[in-house]
Antibody
Framework: EVQLVESGGGLVQPGGSLRLSCAASGFTFSIYYMAWVRQAPGKGLERVANIKQNENEKGYVDSVKGRFTISRDNAKNSLYLQMNSLRAEDTAVYYC????????????WGQGTLVTVSS | DIQMTQSPSSLSASVGDRVTITCRASQSINNYLTWYQQKPGNAPKLLIYAASSLQRGVPSRFSGNGSGTDFTLTISSLQPEDFATYYCQQSYSAPRTFGQGTKVEIK
Protein backbone atom coordinates (compact mmCIF):
# COMPACT_ATOMS: atom_id res chain seq x y z
CA GLU A 1 0.00 0.00 0.00
CA VAL A 2 1.35 3.40 -1.00
CA GLN A 3 1.77 5.72 1.96
CA LEU A 4 3.02 9.30 2.16
CA VAL A 5 3.38 10.81 5.61
CA GLU A 6 4.28 14.48 6.03
CA SER A 7 5.79 16.06 9.10
CA GLY A 8 7.46 19.28 10.15
CA GLY A 9 4.62 21.76 9.96
CA GLY A 10 3.85 24.27 12.68
CA LEU A 11 3.68 27.91 13.66
CA VAL A 12 6.52 30.13 12.50
CA GLN A 13 7.05 33.88 12.50
CA PRO A 14 7.29 35.87 9.26
CA GLY A 15 10.83 35.66 7.94
CA GLY A 16 11.42 32.35 9.65
CA SER A 17 12.28 28.93 8.28
CA LEU A 18 10.76 25.47 8.39
CA ARG A 19 11.68 22.12 6.88
CA LEU A 20 8.96 19.73 5.84
CA SER A 21 9.57 16.01 5.41
CA CYS A 22 7.61 13.30 3.66
CA ALA A 23 8.23 9.62 4.37
CA ALA A 24 7.24 7.36 1.50
CA SER A 25 6.51 3.64 1.61
CA GLY A 26 4.80 0.92 -0.38
CA PHE A 27 6.40 1.74 -3.73
CA THR A 28 9.81 2.19 -5.36
CA PHE A 29 10.39 5.80 -4.37
CA SER A 30 13.48 6.33 -6.51
CA ILE A 31 11.69 5.91 -9.85
CA TYR A 32 9.00 8.52 -9.30
CA TYR A 33 8.77 12.29 -9.61
CA MET A 34 7.59 13.82 -6.35
CA ALA A 35 5.94 17.12 -5.55
CA TRP A 36 4.70 19.45 -2.84
CA VAL A 37 1.20 20.90 -3.31
CA ARG A 38 -0.28 23.43 -0.91
CA GLN A 39 -3.73 24.66 -0.05
CA ALA A 40 -4.30 27.91 1.81
CA PRO A 41 -7.24 27.92 4.23
CA GLY A 42 -10.49 27.84 2.26
CA LYS A 43 -8.63 28.14 -1.05
CA GLY A 44 -7.68 25.94 -3.99
CA LEU A 45 -4.64 23.81 -4.78
CA GLU A 46 -1.23 25.10 -5.86
CA ARG A 47 1.73 22.94 -6.91
CA VAL A 48 4.66 24.49 -5.09
CA ALA A 49 7.57 22.40 -6.33
CA ASN A 50 8.45 19.12 -7.95
CA ILE A 51 11.61 17.05 -8.39
CA LYS A 52 12.72 14.39 -10.82
CA GLN A 53 13.88 10.98 -9.76
CA ASN A 54 17.58 11.80 -9.45
CA GLU A 55 17.27 15.45 -8.40
CA ASN A 56 18.69 16.75 -11.68
CA GLU A 57 15.56 18.73 -12.44
CA LYS A 58 13.43 20.75 -10.05
CA GLY A 59 10.54 23.10 -10.66
CA TYR A 60 9.04 25.85 -8.51
CA VAL A 61 6.05 28.12 -8.68
CA ASP A 62 7.21 31.73 -9.12
CA SER A 63 6.01 32.84 -5.68
CA VAL A 64 8.49 30.55 -3.87
CA LYS A 65 11.51 30.70 -6.18
CA GLY A 66 14.63 31.64 -4.24
CA ARG A 67 12.96 30.92 -0.90
CA PHE A 68 11.97 27.23 -1.03
CA THR A 69 14.16 24.26 -1.93
CA ILE A 70 12.87 20.80 -2.72
CA SER A 71 15.13 17.80 -2.24
CA ARG A 72 14.96 14.06 -1.81
CA ASP A 73 16.93 11.18 -0.33
CA ASN A 74 16.20 8.04 -2.32
CA ALA A 75 18.11 5.87 0.17
CA LYS A 76 15.73 7.02 2.91
CA ASN A 77 12.59 7.13 0.74
CA SER A 78 12.11 10.72 1.80
CA LEU A 79 11.13 14.04 0.25
CA TYR A 80 11.87 17.43 1.78
CA LEU A 81 10.89 21.06 1.43
CA GLN A 82 13.14 23.68 2.99
CA MET A 83 11.16 26.89 3.38
CA ASN A 84 13.00 30.12 4.15
CA SER A 85 11.90 33.75 4.40
CA LEU A 86 8.37 32.63 5.12
CA ARG A 87 5.49 35.01 4.55
CA ALA A 88 1.92 35.12 5.80
CA GLU A 89 0.74 34.06 2.35
CA ASP A 90 2.67 30.79 2.69
CA THR A 91 0.19 29.70 5.36
CA ALA A 92 -1.37 26.50 4.05
CA VAL A 93 -1.68 22.77 4.35
CA TYR A 94 1.27 21.28 2.48
CA TYR A 95 0.72 17.94 0.79
CA CYS A 96 3.38 15.56 -0.43
CA UNK A 97 2.26 13.91 -3.68
CA UNK A 98 3.58 11.29 -6.05
CA UNK A 99 3.68 12.56 -9.61
CA UNK A 100 3.49 10.29 -12.63
CA UNK A 101 6.20 10.97 -15.16
CA UNK A 102 4.18 10.25 -18.29
CA UNK A 103 1.07 12.35 -17.73
CA UNK A 104 2.12 14.53 -14.83
CA UNK A 105 -0.81 13.94 -12.53
CA UNK A 106 -0.67 13.26 -8.80
CA UNK A 107 -1.87 9.74 -8.07
CA UNK A 108 -1.13 9.50 -4.34
CA TRP A 109 -1.23 12.20 -1.68
CA GLY A 110 -0.24 12.41 1.96
CA GLN A 111 -2.61 13.67 4.65
CA GLY A 112 -0.94 17.08 4.73
CA THR A 113 0.87 19.16 7.31
CA LEU A 114 -0.24 22.65 8.33
CA VAL A 115 2.18 25.55 8.14
CA THR A 116 1.07 28.77 9.82
CA VAL A 117 3.11 31.93 9.34
CA SER A 118 2.11 34.51 11.89
CA SER A 119 3.58 36.78 14.53
CA ASP B 1 1.56 29.78 -17.02
CA ILE B 2 -1.56 28.02 -18.29
CA GLN B 3 -4.70 29.25 -16.55
CA MET B 4 -7.44 26.75 -15.75
CA THR B 5 -10.98 28.05 -15.28
CA GLN B 6 -13.75 25.89 -13.87
CA SER B 7 -17.46 26.54 -14.05
CA PRO B 8 -19.58 26.77 -12.12
CA SER B 9 -17.74 27.63 -8.90
CA SER B 10 -20.48 25.87 -6.97
CA LEU B 11 -23.69 24.04 -7.67
CA SER B 12 -26.55 22.52 -5.73
CA ALA B 13 -27.90 19.16 -6.81
CA SER B 14 -29.97 16.27 -5.53
CA VAL B 15 -29.10 12.61 -5.17
CA GLY B 16 -29.66 10.95 -8.52
CA ASP B 17 -29.05 14.09 -10.57
CA ARG B 18 -26.69 14.19 -13.52
CA VAL B 19 -23.99 16.77 -12.87
CA THR B 20 -21.51 18.27 -15.32
CA ILE B 21 -18.53 20.46 -14.41
CA THR B 22 -16.55 22.33 -17.05
CA CYS B 23 -12.86 23.17 -17.12
CA ARG B 24 -11.30 25.48 -19.71
CA ALA B 25 -7.59 25.94 -20.35
CA SER B 26 -6.09 29.24 -21.51
CA GLN B 27 -4.30 27.37 -24.32
CA SER B 28 -4.44 23.92 -25.82
CA ILE B 29 -3.30 21.18 -23.45
CA ASN B 30 -4.17 18.22 -25.70
CA ASN B 31 -5.54 15.68 -23.21
CA TYR B 32 -3.19 16.47 -20.31
CA LEU B 33 -6.09 17.05 -17.96
CA THR B 34 -6.76 15.44 -14.59
CA TRP B 35 -9.75 15.59 -12.24
CA TYR B 36 -9.60 15.28 -8.44
CA GLN B 37 -12.22 15.08 -5.72
CA GLN B 38 -11.62 16.62 -2.30
CA LYS B 39 -13.74 16.26 0.80
CA PRO B 40 -13.34 18.60 3.79
CA GLY B 41 -10.31 17.79 5.89
CA ASN B 42 -8.99 15.25 3.39
CA ALA B 43 -6.36 15.21 0.70
CA PRO B 44 -7.48 15.32 -2.93
CA LYS B 45 -8.27 11.99 -4.56
CA LEU B 46 -7.48 11.19 -8.18
CA LEU B 47 -10.58 10.47 -10.26
CA ILE B 48 -9.70 10.81 -13.94
CA TYR B 49 -6.43 11.29 -15.82
CA ALA B 50 -5.60 11.89 -19.48
CA ALA B 51 -8.97 13.66 -19.74
CA SER B 52 -11.06 10.49 -19.87
CA SER B 53 -9.24 7.58 -18.18
CA LEU B 54 -10.90 6.44 -14.98
CA GLN B 55 -8.53 5.78 -12.11
CA ARG B 56 -8.67 2.24 -10.74
CA GLY B 57 -11.31 1.92 -8.05
CA VAL B 58 -13.29 5.04 -9.03
CA PRO B 59 -17.00 4.35 -9.69
CA SER B 60 -18.07 4.26 -13.33
CA ARG B 61 -20.65 7.03 -12.74
CA PHE B 62 -17.70 9.42 -13.09
CA SER B 63 -16.58 10.21 -16.62
CA GLY B 64 -14.38 12.77 -18.30
CA ASN B 65 -14.35 14.17 -21.78
CA GLY B 66 -12.61 16.78 -23.89
CA SER B 67 -9.42 17.71 -25.63
CA GLY B 68 -7.59 20.90 -26.49
CA THR B 69 -8.99 23.63 -24.26
CA ASP B 70 -12.43 22.42 -23.14
CA PHE B 71 -13.10 19.55 -20.76
CA THR B 72 -15.96 18.16 -18.73
CA LEU B 73 -16.39 15.97 -15.68
CA THR B 74 -19.77 14.25 -15.49
CA ILE B 75 -21.34 12.38 -12.60
CA SER B 76 -24.15 10.37 -14.16
CA SER B 77 -26.17 9.83 -10.97
CA LEU B 78 -25.05 11.83 -7.96
CA GLN B 79 -24.60 9.81 -4.79
CA PRO B 80 -24.44 11.10 -1.19
CA GLU B 81 -20.69 10.44 -1.04
CA ASP B 82 -20.10 12.61 -4.13
CA PHE B 83 -20.78 15.89 -2.36
CA ALA B 84 -17.33 17.43 -2.41
CA THR B 85 -15.13 19.93 -4.24
CA TYR B 86 -13.76 18.97 -7.64
CA TYR B 87 -10.57 20.32 -9.19
CA CYS B 88 -9.11 20.06 -12.67
CA GLN B 89 -5.36 20.21 -13.28
CA GLN B 90 -3.28 20.55 -16.41
CA SER B 91 0.03 18.76 -16.88
CA TYR B 92 0.78 19.87 -20.44
CA SER B 93 3.44 22.31 -19.27
CA ALA B 94 5.21 23.46 -16.14
CA PRO B 95 4.15 24.66 -13.70
CA ARG B 96 1.26 22.26 -13.19
CA THR B 97 -1.80 24.42 -12.51
CA PHE B 98 -5.22 23.74 -11.05
CA GLY B 99 -8.65 25.17 -11.58
CA GLN B 100 -10.18 27.09 -8.69
CA GLY B 101 -12.53 24.24 -7.79
CA THR B 102 -16.23 23.45 -8.06
CA LYS B 103 -18.12 22.74 -4.87
CA VAL B 104 -21.00 20.31 -5.27
CA GLU B 105 -23.55 20.81 -2.50
CA ILE B 106 -26.76 19.11 -1.50
CA LYS B 107 -29.93 20.78 -2.72
Amino acid sequence: EVQLVESGGGLVQPGGSLRLSCAASGFTFSIYYMAWVRQAPGKGLERVANIKQNENEKGYVDSVKGRFTISRDNAKNSLYLQMNSLRAEDTAVYYCARETSYYGYFDYWGQGTLVTVSS
Amino acid sequence: DIQMTQSPSSLSASVGDRVTITCRASQSINNYLTWYQQKPGNAPKLLIYAASSLQRGVPSRFSGNGSGTDFTLTISSLQPEDFATYYCQQSYSAPRTFGQGTKVEIK
